[in-house]
């Protein structure tokens, strides 16, 4: 597809994209495959990935990072949904456990860990989700109980990105008086325990986790922020998490798209390429439609975002129109690979397995369309 100027991007962004798709190219894809059959990412390609500067790229340089704007995130973002490479659960890292340290983290917490998110030696994750809440999150019933100068945690968490490999996850346990409060846990700390790394449909090279808490010790320093403060701390993070969202699933279907391109360029079928057959042509130019519509809505959300501009509820109207731009660009593109794309070895099987997880997790559909609703 003709590439579209997106004014959004600078020639600095631009630079930074073509490093990020040659490391991408050097250091990801040649040993995707081999973490899609372990379940995980080697430990070495986040130091590698830190190297290159694609871990948590607007952490303040007070804080070990290159204090760059969020451009610089949806640059890696994108480069990487734009080749498939959905195993290294970078932007959570970086989109969401770095951002909660950066706005709530006190001097501690920051020096503590940021510069080693930065560098890829610490790995982050966010543990919200329960076997019995995921989009109810008053549901939560991990409890954290105040004990002299400590927390004493007890619980157990769900569904983890990155739960497998975390050396800092933010927690979210209930405290006094039922309400919610994020902690920082150092998961060396005894009485934190991971369970098994959950076989998923898509997203093999991605490690999702059980997390349990066995009453573990807490310094009364882990709590990030004020007390009681988690759910509208989670609030505040939902624009920059649905726009990364949103920016990936674009990426993502410009990915099966091409790749879907490709095939029907060499397809044979009654004696013509699979390209030729009006049917595919119209399907194509569907998804092509959907394709320039989602790149120009993307980065409008984009431009608001670094404007300041960015509510929680346009960022889930993103997120709900992506995601399900998505969902039926690879259902038609796995289509056009007749058998081919239901097999593993294709990568539009990949693509399309991976994918189903976007109507679900960040807020589902159905939650997202109840928030988008309340504003009617
Ligand atoms: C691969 C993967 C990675 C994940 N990573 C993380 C992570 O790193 N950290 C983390 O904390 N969590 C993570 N999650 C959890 C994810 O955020 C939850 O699965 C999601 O929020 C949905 O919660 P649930 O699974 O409990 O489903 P439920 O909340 O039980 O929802 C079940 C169904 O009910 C619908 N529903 C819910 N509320 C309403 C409503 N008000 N009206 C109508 N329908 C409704 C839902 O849309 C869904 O269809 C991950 C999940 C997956 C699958």
């Excluded at 990105?161 to 346990?173: F, K, R, T, Y």
């Excluded at 992506?322 to 097999?343: F, I, N």
Aim: hydrophobic share 45%; glycine share 10%; with cysteine.
């Amino acid at each position: 597809m003709t590439p579209t100027p997106r004014p959004v991007f600078d020639a600095d962004q631009e630079m930074f994209r073509d490093q990020v798709r040659k490391f991408l190219q050097a250091e990801i894809l040649p040993r995707h495959q081999a973490w899609e059959a372990q379940g995980q990412v080697d430990r070495d390609a986040w130091v590698k990935a830190g190297e290159a500067g694609l871990l948590c790229p607007t952490v303040a340089e007070e804080d070990g990072g290159l204090g760059l704007d969020y451009r610089f995130s949806a640059v890696v973002i994108e480069e990487m949904s734009r080749v498939g490479a959905s195993g290294p659960g970078f932007w959570i890292h970086s989109e969401m456990v770095a951002p909660y340290l950066q706005t709530f983290g006190s001097a501690a917490q920051r020096a503590r860990w940021l510069p080693r998110m930065v560098s890829g030696q610490a790995i982050g994750a966010v543990a919200m989700t329960e076997p019995e809440a995921g989009s109810d999150l008053r549901r939560i019933r991990t409890q954290a109980r105040r004990e002299g100068d400590q927390w004493r945690v007890s619980g157990q968490k769900t569904f983890i990105s990155n739960g497998q490999m975390a050396d800092v996850v933010i927690l979210a346990a209930k405290t006094e008086g039922e309400r919610l409060s994020l902690f920082v846990v150092d998961a060396s700390r005894p009485g934190f325990r991971r369970g098994r790394n959950l076989a998923k449909l898509g997203l093999h090279a991605q490690d999702t986790s059980e997390l349990f808490f066995d009453d573990m010790i807490l310094p009364a320093d882990a709590l990030l922020g004020d007390l009681g403060q988690g759910l509208s701390y989670l609030v505040k993070g939902l624009a920059r998490e649905r726009l990364s969202i949103a920016l990936s699933c674009v990426a993502k279907a410009e990915f099966a798209f091409a790749e879907t391109l490709a095939h029907c360029r060499n397809r044979m079928v009654f004696g013509q390429r699979l390209l030729d057959h009006q049917n595919t042509r119209f399907v194509l130019a569907s998804v092509k439609t959907d394709l320039a519509v989602g790149r120009a809505y993307v980065d409008d959300q984009l431009r608001r975002y670094l404007d300041g501009g960015l509510d929680a509820e346009t960022a889930a109207m993103a997120k709900l129109w992506t995601t399900e731009m998505l969902g039926r660009t690879v259902d038609a593109c796995l289509q056009l690979h007749g058998g081919w794309g239901y097999m593993q070895e294709m990568p539009i099987c990949r693509a399309f397995a991976d994918a189903r997880v976007e109507r679900i997790a960040g807020g589902s559909s159905e939650v997202l369309r109840e928030i988008i609703g309340r504003t009617l």
